[in-house]
């Protein structure tokens, strides 16, 4: 491994750390959320933030969690998702159980699987039909417990295109705020 490299992956652990640490002050779920994304907009680039469950019994994804363009919308307002293993991106995550990355969104969407797409006002439209979508990009990190997935978190841009080592960084962001949910979960 290169001295750069070396320097690149002590930053991220470095990030981590304080992730960790700032992510842990709190046993609110909702607080803790905010702070992973207050975390992530200090680090990556993104118009939208949107952390959801998955009920492997029902076979739904339900919205936890949604930052949009500036504000912090009800996660009501999203309609729960079926679990599509063959179309859905957030269901290729579930069944994969690893992180993907999509800057192909636009293309995804006339695909086979169920998309939205929400504004800042908390609209939502189902694509394609209602033309296409705000999002360029998405990448989308499984929720783990246990092995099993239980959820996925994705983050948007709307500009512009991410590569792996955001997608690396995001990760384990994610890792950190599952942890931390998980915990603030037990009290």
């Known amino acids: 491994m290169s001295d750069r490299e070396l320097a690149r992956k002590a ?3 470095e990030l981590l750390l304080d992730a960790a640490r700032q992510l842990g002050e709190t046993l609110e779920p909702e607080r803790v959320y905010d702070r992973f994304h207050d975390l992530l907009a200090a680090r ?9 469950s998955y009920d492997e019994r029902e076979g739904l994804i339900r919205c ?10 009800d996660p009501a307002i999203f309609p ?7 179309g859905g991106m957030q269901s290729q995550v579930i069944v994969r ?4 990355l999509f800057n192909d969104v636009t293309e995804r969407v006339q695909g086979p699987g ?9 609209e939502v439209r189902k694509l394609p039909e209602s033309g296409p979508p705000g999002t360029q990009a998405v990448m989308m990190v499984p929720v783990k417990n246990e092995g099993r997935v239980v959820g996925v978190v994705q983050l948007m841009s709307d500009r512009g295109e991410y590569d792996s080592d ?7 962001l994610v890792g950190q705020m599952a942890a931390a949910v998980r915990n603030a979960r037990l009290q």
């Open 11 to 13: 930053r991220i652990a």
């Open 44 to 52: 990556v680039q993104h118009d939208a933030v949107v952390v959801s």
């Open 64 to 73: 936890d969690y949604a930052w949009v363009e500036g504000n912090r919308l």
């Open 80 to 86: 729960p998702v079926k679990l599509n293993p063959e």
């Open 97 to 100: 159980g690893e992180p993907l």
């Open 114 to 122: 169920t998309f939205y797409d929400v504004d800042a006002q908390g």
């Open 166 to 172: 955001e997608l690396e960084l995001f990760e384990g």
